[in-house]
Each structure stands twice: as C-alpha cells, then as structure tokens.
T-cell receptor, first 112, second 114 residues
Framework: QKEVEQNSGPLSVPEGAIASLNCTYS??????FFWYRQYSGKSPELIMS????GDKEDGRFTAQLNKASQYVSLLIRDSQPSDSATYLC????????????FGKGTHLIIQP | DGGITQSPKYLFRKEGQNVTLSCEQN?????MYWYRQDPGQGLRLIYY???????QKGDIAEGYSVSREKKESFPLTVTSAQKNPTAFYLC?????????????FGDGTRLSIL
C-alpha cells in the first residue's frame, strides 16, 4: 500500500518566520513530488514540484527532497497570513501520468 | 483562458439515483483524473485516463463510472452502488509531454445526499 504521511497540525507560525512542512513516503521508487496549497472550501493549487535530490527554490518557497530518506519538505520564508492554508504533499510513484498519492495535509496557521 | 471547468459546483443526489459530474479542459492535456476528498482527508484517486477511449481504475473505483469520448471531456458518474457519495470531487489534468508533469485541478463539485 502506497502511503504519504504528513503531520496534520495545526502548525502555528508567527508572521515573518519560516514555516517548515514535512512529508514522508513509502514507495522508494517514487519519481515526482509535488506540494499543493488548499484554502478552505477550495481546490488544490500547485505551488512546487521537485524531481531530484536537493533544494529547489521559487520565490519564498523552497522544496527539499531526500530520496534516500524518503523525505520531502517545503519551507515558506517570510510567512504571511495569506499563507494560512492546508498544504498537501503528493507523490507520483508511476512516473507515467497514472495518478498521484496524496497525504492528508498539514494545516498551517500564520499568526499576525 | 485555459483551464479546467467542473460543473455543477453543488449537486444533490436522491437515494437510488445516478448523477453525472462534468469535467472539461481546454489545456490540450492528454491525461485526466478524478479524485474524491472527504473532510480532513487527502485526495483519493477514483479513475484516470491517459488517452481517448481508455481509462483505468484508481484506488476507490467501486460505485463510479467514467467515459473518455473526447480528449477535452472526462465525465464521472456516481452510481447508486456508491453508498457514501457525499464528498468533494476534484477533476485534474496533466500533460504527458516530457513525463512527470504536475496535475492541475478544477474548482470541484460538492455532492451531497438528499
């Protein structure tokens, strides 16, 4: 059974601080990793994708991947109240457009 | 604008009734997907399709059916066999060029039982 694990939170972070979100996955053959942001009542929005070990930065967001440890993380720098949302980690084990496995998400609260 | 359109936004089903959720995309994506999300849960894959006239079962296909007669359209039918249909249904699509492309989602349909 493929599994993607996330701490459900809530994770509370002061405005302006760094928010760190973590995700582990069970399938060692996984190839693609995605972070989605989901506001309450809305659909998920892609914010980062990462495919190889190391860090990938995009604006205030940094995704980190460690395939040996089966671990992927998302860092949000200079956190803003608008970053308050649920963050979903998704993993593509197949590499061939055959669907993603999602974690249950981490609820992030940025405190003004 | 290019995107994924799901309709209706809200849908109510009576006992024993089949209902169909619409999903249309104009992104020229080959692959399309249906997911279900229950409160406080992640998304679970129902069905997916990588090419017209072909589709595959996901993790929770029982009680659902799909068709893919056109590249742009991937409707989902929730049949009366699905005993717990109340959920948020999300349609997604992705390109299959260069492999491992991210999926993008429509706005979703909320289905409830009357």
């Amino acid at each position: 059974q493929k599994e993607v694990e996330q701490n459900s939170g809530p994770l509370s972070v002061p405005e302006g601080a760094i928010a760190s979100l973590n995700c582990t996955y069970s399938d060692r053959g996984s190839q693609s990793f995605f972070w989605y942001r989901q506001y309450s009542g809305k659909s998920p929005e892609l914010i980062m994708s990462i495919y190889s070990n190391g860090d990938k930065e995009d604006g205030r967001f940094t995704a980190q991947l460690n395939k040996a440890s089966q671990y992927v993380s998302l860092l949000i720098r200079d956190s803003q109240p608008s970053d308050s949302a649920t963050y979903l980690c998704a993993v593509d084990e197949g590499g061939g457009a055959d669907g993603l496995t999602f974690g249950k998400g981490t609820h992030l609260i940025i405190q003004p | 604008d290019g995107g994924i359109t799901q309709s209706p936004k809200y849908l109510f089903r009576k006992e024993g009734q089949n209902v169909t959720l619409s999903c249309e995309q104009n992104l020229n994506h080959d692959a399309m997907y249906w997911y279900r999300q229950d409160p406080g849960q992640g998304l679970r894959l129902i069905y997916y399709s990588q090419i017209v006239n072909d589709f595959q079962k996901g993790d929770i296909a029982e009680g659902y059916s799909v068709s893919r007669e056109k590249k742009e359209s991937f409707p989902l039918t929730v049949t009366s066999a699905q005993k717990n249909p109340t959920a948020f249904y999300l349609c997604a699509s992705s390109s299959m060029d260069r492999g491992n492309q991210p999926q993008h989602f429509g706005d979703g349909t909320r289905l409830s039982i009357l």
